[in-house]
Every structure is written in C-alpha cells, then in structure tokens.
C-alpha cells in the first residue's frame, strides 16, 4: 500500500509558465489569489494586528514625507532617531529648501546616502513652497513631480498622511511576504503592487501594507522566519518555511 504524502508536509508545487505563441513563457497569475483565501489571510493579520500603523514618528504630511524619503535603504528606527533632532531644527519646508547643503548633509549622514538624500530632500522642499503653497500635493500625479518621491513614497504619504488609498506600499517587506504567500510571482516592487491591487479590497490597502511590514519585522524574517509563531502557517505553503 502506497504511503499519502501529508499536503502541508509536501512543497506546493506552483503551476508551470503557459508558453505563447512565439514559444516564449507567458505570465501566470500566482496560484495563491483565490479569493476565499486572500480573505482568511486578511482575518488572520487583521487578528494578529488590528492597529497596525507607520512606523516613522511624524506630526504632519511634510515630516512624514521627509521621513519617508529618508528611509531608503534604511531602518525606521535610525530614521526616527535623526528626525527626532533635525525636525526641532528644521519645522517648515522654507527651512530645508534653504538650508546650507552642508549642514544638512551633517544631520542625516547616519540614514547613508546622506548627499543624494539632501538634494531630494531640498528639491522637494523647494517644489512644495514655490509651486505647492508650502503645502504636500494629495494625489499621486503631483507627488511624483516632487524629487525623490516615487510611486512607494507617495503611497506612503497618501495613505498615511491622508488616509488616500492611492495603491498599497511595496517595501522589502511587502515584496517577500506577497510571494512567500504566493500573492505574486513578480520581484519588481511595481509589478507587485499590480498584482495585490486587484485582489486587495481597496478600503484595505492601506493597512494591509503595514499589517504585512509589521508581520515581517516580527515574525516572517527573511532569514529565520518564525514559522511555529506565526497565526498564517496553515494557510502558508512557502517554499521558505521552517516547519
């Protein structure tokens, strides 16, 4: 008699690429986005964080988006603790458009990058009072215009700073915890958020972002993932997982 193989036990086996015309292999759409369960994984991390937020200590949109341009390549805790002082030196966007480069290059030397991340800081700044109103745009065309904002920062902005669900922040997070829950088979941040905008309720694709952020700093590492700690492991057949 032949032994059944556990279905958990076992690796799920994704479906092959469909080959085109041309021969050449034509995109699938991730196996995991059945609808039934993309909702119980939304119930599971709406359980497991009800509240989840930003994590990057700010007071108004502005600080927000000086935080967030900060935050590349980057951890939130280094971000809050540089902002922490240069938000009491530096309150208004006059007061970072004209600065001197050099003494704000000294001010966030420890976020790295701190030359690039000045001239976006202070292009932005100085887009904002001169073409703004001293005001951060609230939509995303507008953003965009801004130096140093791409399509994750304005999201961040928007959906934080605003509560507009303009689409759902990728950080790196986001970008390995959709495909080790199968979400998408895409490694390109703008790609992804193709992927999860269509599956995603819009009136959760705010939270969702943070929710899968948070999930991934406390328990889907990239490394060791805490699989035994985790409420989606029976809903979960990555390929990564410790079990």
Excluded at 87 to 106: M, S, T, V
Excluded at 154 to 174: E, R, W, Y
């Amino acid at each position: 008699m032949k032994k059944l193989k556990n279905p958990r036990s076992a690796k799920a086996k994704k479906p092959p690429r469909a080959a085109s015309k041309n021969g050449r292999p034509r995109s699938v759409r991730a196996a995991g986005t059945d609808p039934k369960r993309v909702r119980a994984i939304l119930a599971k991390l709406d359980e497991a964080y009800p509240s989840a937020t930003c994590a990057l200590v700010h007071e108004n949109p502005f600080q927000l988006l000086i935080a967030t341009i900060l935050s590349a390549q980057c951890t939130d805790v280094r971000v809050n603790e540089v902002t922490r002082t240069l938000f009491q030196k530096y309150r208004k966007p006059e007061d970072f458009a004209y600065a001197n480069p050099r003494d704000l290059e000294a001010e966030i030397r420890t976020c790295g990058f701190f030359r690039s991340k000045t001239r976006s800081i202070q292009g932005a700044s100085k887009k904002i009072v001169e073409e703004f109103s001293g005001q951060v745009p609230r939509t995303m065309e507008q953003l965009l215009t801004l130096p140093g904002v791409a399509r994750k920062t304005a999201n961040v902005v928007l959906g934080t700073a605003f509560g507009i669900p303009s689409g759902i922040v990728v950080d790196t997070h986001v970008q390995r915890l959709s495909r080790r829950l199968d979400l998408t088979r895409n490694t390109d941040p703008k790609k992804i958020e193709q992927d999860l905008v269509p599956i995603i309720p819009k009136d959760k694709w705010i939270i969702f972002a943070h929710q899968l952020i948070w999930h991934g700093r406390r328990i889907c590492q990239a490394r060791k993932p805490r699989c035994m700690e985790c409420n989606l492991e029976k809903i979960c057949y990555s390929e990564d997982k410790v079990i």
